[in-house]
């Protein structure tokens, strides 16, 4: 299946994304808490799709989602975000994410999410 990179600021969040992709048969490929380490981690795992909080500190995921798309035009990220930030996920879909998916999320959802993206 496909290979994973995980990005969020709380752990819980992280946990909560691979608690429903790895039975799946996805590989986890990384975890990155901030924007900075998640561009770090896409270059040298090279990812089939990237999960991304769009809130976070250091390094927001839109701020990482377009570093990402410049490097890799076919870059696969979903953004996981909280409800009422429209204005940011307008962005988020304009610079070229695949899909995003509201917290608190269904496990279906983001499945859903990651499924969409692969095809």
């Not at 691979?18 to 561009?39: D, Q, R």
């Not at 377009?66 to 940011?88: C, F, H, S, W, Y």
């Not at 608190?104 to 499945?111: A, C, I, K, Y």
Request: aromatic share 4%; net charge neutral; hydrophobic share 45%.
């Amino acid at each position: 299946m496909a290979r994973i990179l995980v990005v969020d600021d709380a752990n819980f969040m992280r946990r909560l994304v691979i608690t429903t992709l790895v039975p799946l048969g996805h590989e986890i490929v990384g975890e990155a808490e901030n924007g900075f380490k998640a561009v770090t981690m896409y270059r040298s795992q090279k990812p089939d799709i990237v999960t991304m909080d769009i809130t976070m500190k250091e390094k927001d995921g839109i701020s990482a989602a377009e570093e990402i798309l410049k490097m890799d035009p076919n870059a696969r990220i979903i953004m996981v975000t909280a409800m009422g930030q429209r204005d940011l996920l307008s962005r988020a879909i304009a610079i070229g994410v695949r899909d995003f998916v509201v917290k608190p999320f269904t496990p279906e959802r983001l499945r859903e999410a990651v499924t969409k993206a692969l095809s």
